[in-house]
T-cell receptor, first 112, second 110 residues
Framework: TQLLEQSPQFLSIQEGENLTVYCNSS?????LQWYRQEPGEGPVLLVT?????EVKKLKRLTFQFGDARKDSSLHITAAQPGDTGLYLC????????????FGKGTLLTVNP | DVKVTQSSRYLVKRTGEKVFLECVQD?????MFWYRQDPGLGLRLIYF???????EKGDIPEGYSVSREKKERFSLILESASTNQTSMYLC?????????FGSGTRLTVV
């Protein structure tokens, strides 16, 4: 069974601070996705990274896929209260059924 | 925009009841999934379907069954609800770019 370990599990910061969330595995993934989930809603896809070493930027969010395609990180610059939510990483091991392995998530709270 | 609709946002059912959770997608996707989400345990895959009438067990299928009679609809069935099935249930579809989730059904079994 493939596992994805996310850290930290909880993060509470002040508005304007920077933060990094990590997603690690001993398995290789063909791609890795990041989702954000707000309370009472389903997760929403933020980004998919496919190539080892790839870096993608989405406004203040920077996503990186490790060279060996076993790990990923999400960096948020100058966090805002609107960034509050549960951040989930999910790995795709390939195959035609599109099944993903999810990490347990990082619950981020950005205080005004 | 892609849309996945779950029929109920909140449900309260009694122990032993048969419970149906419905999910409808408007994207003509072949792959559909049912997850449950619990604090500290993350998202766990219950069942998935890769075509009409085709289904496969996920990681925690015990106590659940599914039905996919039409491509757009994937139903999760709790044969005899128990209190340990109190959870947030999420339906999703996927094509190449990633999952699209519904808003979830928060089920409480009393």
């Amino acid at each position: 069974t493939q596992l994805l370990e996310q850290s930290p599990q909880f993060l509470s910061i002040q508005e304007g601070e920077n933060l990094t969330v990590y997603c690690n595995s001993s398995s290789v993934f063909s791609s890795l996705q990041w989702y954000r989930q707000e309370p009472g809603e389903g997760p929403v896809l933020l980004v998919t990274v496919v190539t080892g070493g790839e870096v993608k930027k989405l406004k203040r969010l920077t996503f990186q896929f490790g060279d060996a395609r076993k790990d990923s990180s999400l960096h948020i610059t100058a966090a805002q209260p609107g960034d509050t939510g549960l951040y989930l990483c999910a790995g795709d091991s390939g195959g035609s059924n599109y099944k993903l392995t999810f990490g347990k998530g990082t619950l981020l709270t950005v205080n005004p | 925009d892609v849309k996945v609709t779950q029929s109920s946002r909140y449900l309260v059912k009694r122990t032993g009841e048969k419970v149906f959770l419905e999910c409808v997608q408007d994207m003509d996707h072949e792959n559909m999934f049912w997850y449950r989400q619990d604090p500290g345990l993350g998202l766990r895959l219950i069942y998935f379907s890769y075509d009409v009438k085709m289904k496969e067990k996920g990681d925690i299928p015990e106590g659940y069954s599914v039905s996919r009679e039409k491509k757009e609809r994937f139903s999760l069935i709790l044969e005899s609800a128990s209190t340990n099935q109190t959870s947030m249930y999420l339906c999703a579809t996927r094509e190449n770019y990633g999952y699209t989730f519904g808003s979830g059904t928060r089920l409480t079994v009393v």
